[in-house]
């Protein structure tokens, strides 16, 4: 299984979805992290909440002993950025919201992706060409079975060939309730295809 301890920071968790269990996995890695010292946790963009302190919000479910739990953009509609932003009426300062990345802080940085890879934030500006700039390294979540083939490969080709390193590709199988045993059957076949670990979370 993966060493959490020894991934990098600062850190993505992205997937390929909505729905794969990113919140689970980041809360998972800063927990860990947590044992060791101070864990910021960032979600720079949250939809689907009117609050950072919303008992939804992915940082409400990261927050803990060790881990300070901060959301930066906050859209009420749970849909892409993009769309929730329109509802809004709000242009998203995209910058402003990479400088907030950035920031130093005390101890590990965790960032939680929004959704999946291609998302979109603004007119012709999705997540993963966003995130790209910020040259931050990441772990790739994805369901434990039927589909996950494609959309991991399809996921982590994307992510490659802009220059992303991954530390990882973690199978969910919790998100879409398939047995451990066909994760792990589909966490081979991945392996085949990847030239980075994969491994199935318990």
């Known amino acids: ?35 060791c010292g101070p864990v910021a946790y960032r979600k720079p963009f949250q939809t689907g909440v009117d609050r950072a302190d919303h008992p939804e919000a992915d940082a409400s479910a990261v927050a803990g002993p060790g881990i300070t739990a901060e959301s930066h ?6 849909l892409s950025p993009l769309a929730a932003a329109l509802r809004e009426g709000r242009v998203l300062d ?25 998302v979109p934030l603004a007119p ?6 966003w995130a790209t700039e910020l040259q931050i390294p990441c772990v790739l979540v994805a369901l434990g079975g039927l589909g996950t083939l494609n959309h991991t490969l399809l996921s982590a080709e994307a992510l490659m060939l802009r220059g992303w390193r991954i530390e990882s590709v973690l199978l969910n199988p919790g998100a879409d309730g398939v047995p451990r045993e066909a994760a792990r059957e589909n966490a081979t076949l991945l392996q085949g ?5 994969v491994h199935v979370l318990k």
């Open 1 to 35: 299984m993966l060493n959490l301890d020894a991934l990098p920071s600062p850190l993505w968790v992205l997937g390929t979805g909505t729905g794969v269990g990113k919140t689970f996995v980041a809360s998972r890695i800063a927990r860990s992290w947590a044992e």
């Open 193 to 197: 295809f990847l030239p980075i670990p």
């Open 94 to 118: 995209l910058e402003a919201t990479a400088a907030w990345c950035r920031r130093p802080a005390e101890g590990r940085v965790l960032l939680e992706g929004v959704g999946g890879l291609m």
């Open 73 to 78: 953009v906050l859209l009420r509609a749970p």
């Open 124 to 129: 012709k500006v999705h997540f993963l060409a």
